[in-house]
């Protein structure tokens, strides 16, 4: 048990499809991420929210929409996605993203998105 | 720029096996060091971390020490077993900011 929980574990949607991703937390922390796993890639970085602001877009497309209505929960709003977008999808948390060097990040299992 | 190399897989070893994981690192400023795992169909966990220069983190047998003058920190693992089959990700976040760099992942498994 991570702490860190996402829904749904697995999706398959169309190019024209609107479909949101989950991400909840039950560790008590402040700042939330969203990243995207790719085969052969490192990890990418797409959004990070502290104390329920964005602080980071890593110029991530508009097809990828996020919300953070509180400390606990994250969406990954997806529309009109591309083949391309197929990949895991992380959630991740920490303490406090504010001011400390080197909080451990806590992640879910992942949602494995394939766009057909 | 900074970002984080680690040696390709898959690797596969025999139980009892010695294992070493490469990683080298770029970045400016002194980063803290990471490695985390990822078994099959679980999110990523922090599996050791190092702050500065020389120290040398541990957990469940593993080891990797924080060399500045080669900007390394692979790790390694005595004797392996079939449970720490998994990928393996090297990380670096800047003691100046708060983006963590991640490396590709080196997929282990360890055969009986």
């Known amino acids: 048990e991570t702490g860190v929980t996402q829904t749904p574990r697995h999706l398959v949607m169309g190019m024209t499809n609107k479909k949101s991703l989950k991400c909840e937390q039950h560790l008590g922390h402040n700042a939330m991420y969203w990243y995207k796993q790719s085969a052969k890639k490192p990890l990418e970085l797409m959004f990070v929210?502290?104390?329920?602001?964005?602080?980071e877009n890593n110029s991530v497309p508009s097809r990828f929409s996020p919300e953070c209505p509180n400390s606990s929960h994250l969406f990954l709003h997806l529309h009109t996605l591309q083949p391309e977008d197929s990949a895991l999808y992380l959630c991740?948390?920490?303490?406090?993203?504010?001011?400390?060097?080197?909080?451990?990040?806590?992640f879910g299992p992942g949602t494995r998105l394939t766009v057909l | 720029g900074n970002s984080v190399t680690q040696m390709e897989g898959p690797v596969t070893l025999s139980e009892e096996a010695f294992l070493t994981i490469n990683c080298t690192y770029t970045a400016t400023g002194y980063p803290s060091l990471f490695w985390y795992v990822q078994y099959p169909g679980e999110g990523l966990q922090l599996l050791l971390k190092?702050?500065?220069?020389?120290d040398k983190g541990s957990n469940k047998g593993f080891e990797a020490t924080y060399r500045k003058e080669t900007t390394s920190f692979h790790l390694e693992k005595g004797s392996v077993q079939v449970s720490d089959s998994a990928v393996y990700f090297c990380a670096l976040i800047k003691n100046t900011g708060n983006q963590f760099y991640f490396g590709t992942g080196t997929s282990l498994t360890v055969i009986p």
């Open positions: 991740a948390s920490s303490q406090d993203r504010a001011g400390t060097a080197y909080n451990e990040q806590f």
């Open positions: 929210y502290n104390f329920k602001e964005q602080t």
């Open positions: 190092a702050t500065k220069a020389d």
